[in-house]
């Protein structure tokens, strides 16, 4: 048996960067990012060492950023050419590509889906944790959030690091998964909204097939691939084989060894590796008067390979476009 926290446990010293000082959180995710104003342009190298720490740590915090949405976006482009605000929702009406999520929507939406018809529930019932938009064949690359009003308590982020948890498995699961794909769907999640869209691409059903384990096309690691909040079946298993694999992966991706959970201020600024991580959005939400607003931007993605080449393709719908 592998000893899964010690294989994937990083130390700080093992990790150095010029431009920006770098505070790890946990031993194996998160990391706090100082020394750094964000309302001014970054160049090459600070970028450069920002991916670096993103990639070592998962994800990245920035505390105390007074940023208006231009500069947001500006931050966002450092990294690559910026996705409109979701496939589904809309972004702000003069910023198409920032969606701005309240804890009055996340209210709308629970209501909504109180109501939906049991054939329109989400397969799976895993607490939230999900990876971004993998029911288009090209998520995102990366996110990027960011608190505009913050309640004093509540409403944490949870992140969990799947190259840990695949690193974790044993030798003979991951061959089994390394050859798997997986459907990834919509949930019946409608953006709030029965309007079309204003930029008139369809609002889906989107499905997408995707490899079980990706390779990270940057730093070559094989991750686990896991959606639980998207993910109808693994292809080729029986229901009951697929079921309880996808169980079996679950429990192992959300190891507590393998989170780290950010306690939010106004101003925060998070960005995680939509590759590299799952998460899990605040479950409190709903069940407090206490106002939250969040802003988000996406880095464009590309079409996840697996470790024997095969290539993420849609089955119904577009490809997630860019704005650029
Ligand atoms: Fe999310």
């Not at 969606?99 to 939906?116: D, I, L, N």
């Not at 029911?135 to 190259?163: C, K, M, Q």
């Not at 909040?229 to 080729?236: L, R, Y």
């Amino acid at each position: 048996m592998s000893t899964a926290f010690a294989d994937v446990a990083r130390t700080a010293d093992r990790f150095t960067y010029d431009r920006i000082t770098v505070d790890p959180v946990t031993p194996t995710i998160g990391a706090e990012i100082s020394g750094i104003d964000l309302s001014q342009p970054i160049d090459a190298a600070t970028a450069a060492d920002i991916q670096k720490a993103l990639h070592d740590w998962r994800v990245v915090f920035f505390r105390d950023q007074h940023i208006d949405n231009d500069q947001l976006k500006s931050f966002g482009r450092a990294f690559g050419p910026l996705t409109p605000a979701h496939p589904i929702a809309e972004g702000l009406d003069d910023h198409p590509e920032i969606w701005e999520r309240s804890v009055e929507e996340y209210r709308q939406r629970r209501t909504r889906q109180e109501a939906t018809p049991p054939g329109r529930e989400p397969p799976r019932d895993y607490k939230g944790w999900h990876i971004d938009i993998t029911f288009v064949a090209n998520p995102n690359r990366y996110s990027i959030l960011y608190g505009v009003e913050i309640p004093p308590y509540g409403g944490d982020t949870l992140f969990t690091n799947l190259a840990a948890a695949y690193q974790g498995l044993s030798p003979q699961i991951r061959a089994l998964i390394d050859g798997l794909q997986a459907v990834h769907r919509t949930t019946g999640y409608d953006g709030g909204s029965d309007k079309p869209r204003r930029d008139g691409r369809s609002k889906g059903p989107f499905v997408s097939l995707h490899p079980l384990v990706r390779i990270h096309p940057e730093t070559g690691e094989k991750i686990l691939f896991l959606n639980p909040g998207t993910i109808s079946h693994i292809v080729g298993l029986k229901e009951r084989e697929s079921n309880a694999l996808l169980d079996l992966l679950y429990f192992e991706a959300t190891r507590p060894e393998y989170q780290v959970r950010f306690h939010w201020r106004p101003q925060s600024l998070i960005v995680w590796d939509n590759q590299a991580v799952a998460h899990a959005g605040p479950i409190d939400y709903a069940a407090f008067d206490l106002p939250r607003a969040v802003r988000r931007i996406t880095v464009a993605g590309e079409l996840p390979t697996g470790p024997d080449g095969f290539v993420s393709c849609p089955i119904e719908g577009d490809l997630f476009n860019v704005l650029g």
